[in-house]
């Protein structure tokens, strides 16, 4: 069967660093998402993983292990305009988004 | 960057009433869209996915006669809910694939659609 899991809610303070991690189960995998969202409005694109290690784009990191179905969010230099549900999602055998519940990070000053 | 765009943005309508959601890509073809449905506090739930000139694939447990999802153009695609009644209410949002991005499989998310139905 195919799952992911990842936190339901974290809190950080601002300036500090976040790690967010998700984990998946799969039988197909073509790379894996990371989307920001904002209450009441769409998700906006972060990441998109489909090898192993780390990419980095400016204050944000996404890592990936495909052979531990594992991947991380680092967010760096937390800023107040960070909070937000960060969601992550694999695509499967057929190029279809699996999506995590999303994880609401709460940013304190 | 490749934009999509939603129409309308909110709507508010009696139960019993048919409603058109329309999703344009504005800069890229897109010759898949993707319907989604989220409840407050949940995640996206993938209703259909949308091909240009065929017909649409409904996920299981989407009803296809009451969500009518139609591809008509590489930029366009509609979602019509008819007979909509308070159940129905909720956020939809679509997204597109760039055709051109070949070696992508990034999706291309609308500002979604709020519906509220009395």
């Known amino acids: 069967g195919q799952n992911i899991d990842q936190p339901t809610e974290m809190t950080a303070t601002e300036g500090a660093i976040v790690q967010i991690n998700c984990t998946y189960q799969t039988s197909g995998f073509n790379g894996l998402f990371w989307y920001q969202q904002h209450a009441g409005e769409a998700p906006t694109f972060l990441s998109y993983?489909?090898l192993d290690g780390l990419e980095e784009k400016g204050r944000f990191s996404s890592f990936l292990s495909r052979s531990k179905g594992y991947s991380y969010l680092l967010l760096k230099e937390l800023q107040m305009k960070d909070s937000a549900s960060y969601l992550c999602a694999f695509l499967d055998s057929n190029y279809q988004l699996i999506w995590g519940a999303g994880t609401k990070l709460i940013i304190k000053p | 960057g490749a934009v999509v765009s939603q129409h309308p943005s909110r709507v508010i309508c009696k139960s019993g009433t048919s409603v058109k959601i329309e999703c344009r890509s504005l800069d890229f073809q897109a010759t898949t869209m993707f319907w989604y449905r989220q409840f407050p506090k949940k995640s996206l739930m993938l209703m259909a996915t949308?091909?240009?000139?065929?017909?649409?694939?409904?996920e299981q447990g989407v009803e296809k006669d009451k969500f009518l999802i139609n591809h008509a153009s590489l930029t366009l695609s509609t979602l019509t809910v008819t007979s909509a009644h308070p159940e129905d209410s909720s956020f939809y949002i679509c997204s597109a694939r760039d055709l051109d991005r070949g070696d992508s499989n990034e999706q291309f998310f609308g500002p979604g659609t709020r519906l509220t139905v009395l």
């Open positions: 993983n489909v």
């Open positions: 949308s091909n240009e000139g065929s017909k649409a694939t409904y």
